[in-house]
């Protein structure tokens, strides 16, 4: 059994930064690719950032490109999502996520991820 916890969510200015972090149990960690989804209250949830197992590829939803940031530190079995220029319609809960074996092309979607962490909330506002 795979356990993430995410920690690093808080209440920011707009224009703030926060980093989130979601660390992960097991041995395999390093094997897997990994992403962040958001579900905003009343919404539904969407992909935000994935990274492959290496680190070596990453993919952003058009949102958030070139504000946020996806990584990973394997020796610590941890991935990070580091979240710039916040925006009041970044207020959401961040979950991370570990893509199911063999689905790492389909990363964008949610079916494709097969364990999921809390959430931790972020608030951007004013």
């Known amino acids: 059994q795979v356990q993430l916890v995410e920690s690093g969510g808080g209440s920011v200015q707009p224009g703030g930064s926060l980093r989130l972090s979601c660390a992960a149990s097991?041995?395999?960690?390093?094997?897997?690719?990994m992403g962040w989804f958001r579900q905003a209250s009343g919404k539904e949830r969407e992909f935000v950032a994935a990274i492959n197992w290496s680190g070596g590829s990453t993919y952003y939803a058009d949102s958030v490109k070139g504000r946020f940031t996806i990584s990973r530190d394997n020796a610590k079995n941890t991935v990070y999502l580091q979240l710039n220029s916040l925006k009041p319609e970044d207020t959401a809960v961040y979950y991370c996520?570990?893509?199911?074996?063999?689905?790492?092309?389909?990363?964008?979607?949610?079916?494709?991820?097969?364990?999921w962490g809390q959430g931790t909330q972020v608030t951007v506002s004013a």
């Open positions: 097991g041995r395999t960690f390093s094997t897997y690719a």
């Open positions: 996520a570990r893509v199911r074996g063999g689905s790492w092309w389909r990363y964008s979607i949610q079916d494709a991820y097969d364990y």
